[in-house]
């Protein structure tokens, strides 16, 4: 899962071991890896921003399925600095994401270009 430690991940992770799922986590501080492993989750710490980091991440995991939940929500919200809070949640939208190129590296090496589903 893609943003582990995040405001959405952090409710998902523990729904998931519940159901028996084996959960690989992302978050981009080591701080926040204990956190994690509290949820019964394998933490791995990664950029965002670093495509062939993912790609790595993603490739050594071996996931059967990846959950994108990256965020940057400010715990508490300043009406007056939304734009200033939200900066880099709103590059996370705009370029945090694996691009289509980085993609169909990941699935070349997972051998799953033919598993990819279009929706």
Do not use: W, Y
């Not at 705009?94 to 033919?114: A, F, K, P, S, V």
Request: net charge negative; glycine share 8%; hydrophobic share 35%.
């Amino acid at each position: 899962m893609a943003g582990a430690s995040g405001v959405i991940g952090r409710r998902l992770l523990p729904m998931l071991v519940r159901k028996g799922h084996e959960v690989v986590g992302t978050t981009r501080s080591e701080d926040k890896t204990g956190l994690i492993r509290e949820f019964g989750c394998e933490p791995i710490v990664a950029d965002a921003f670093d495509a062939e980091g993912l790609r790595r991440a993603v490739v050594d995991a071996r996931p059967e399925v990846v959950i994108h939940e990256l965020t940057d929500i400010p715990r508490q919200i300043d009406p007056k600095r939304f734009t200033e809070q939200f900066e880099r949640n709103n590059r996370l939208r705009r370029e945090g994401t694996i691009d289509d190129q980085t993609m169909h590296r990941i699935e070349r090496d997972l051998d799953l270009e033919d598993a990819r589903l279009e929706i």
